[in-house]
């Protein structure tokens, strides 16, 4: 495991997933009733943007910097903006950014579950600190995977799984769509979103084309393309897998996708792109 997020926080495809993330939040809190939140592959919850890692690639500043700098960013960002607010990221030159596991716990209300696993022992060391305050977030270090089985179906029966893993090994697509199945069988009702990258096109898109064919009903997929996808070593993109949507993300996506995808641009090409795989 040598992935580590905090070269990449708060860049194109944390704002395109943390965005996305918050308005499905939101959505879950239009009712009273509590939810569950798991988050398979945490992340350790925040990142100092000042650090050696996120300086070095200089990623945000191509991501959430360029976010916070427009003078009228589009009105379905207002909810994830607030939250970064309250988390200390705000401003033209942020110097921290917050993770999915913090920006959850940011929108949870008091009887909500929320529940982060990190398999990284450094990573999940950071996120239990993060946390050690904190009675609502409950912190494994553990395989996400496997917390699909061993968590899945919660006892409130609504709520949001995040399935971020890092995409290190070639078997990933394979492992997620493995894991889709296995925890749609247990908790068909549940919302789940599973980030993905889009390097080589062809690669993402047979993932996308198997869960078309054989994967859960009523599923779509937002994606941000930041350029076009001539060079397959080369990050274009990222994209989210979102089952059981809210009935508000095709119209709401769409037109946050397009917005974005002319703010975050790197190069011609750059586009959103929401549709169906299964209605
Ligand atoms: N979800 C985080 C966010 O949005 O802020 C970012 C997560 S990062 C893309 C992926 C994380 O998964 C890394 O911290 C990595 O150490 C961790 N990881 C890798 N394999 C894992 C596994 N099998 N179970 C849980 N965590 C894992």
Redesign the pocket.
Known sequence: ?N???AY??GNFA?VM??AT?VLALEHLKLKEKPFFFL???????ETDLSGIEAQKTGEYRDGIARILKHPAPHEALAPYLNALMALGCSGENPTRY??????ATQLARAGDRLAA????PE?AAELRAVFQHDRQMKVHE??????LKAMLPPKERRGLV?I???Y?GRDEFDRVEAALHEAVKRWAGGTYMI?YPVKDPSVSGAFLDRLENNGPAKTMIAELYIRGSQDPTRLSGSGLVIVNPPWTFPETLTSLFNWLAEILAQGPGARGRVEWLQK
């Open positions: 495991m992935y580590r997020h990449h926080a944390d997933k943390h993330l988050d398979t592959h945490a992340g350790t919850g917050p993770g999915s596991p913090l920006i696993c990190e398999l990284h990573d553990t395989d996400g995977y496997g917390a995040l971020d893993p890092p290190e980030w």
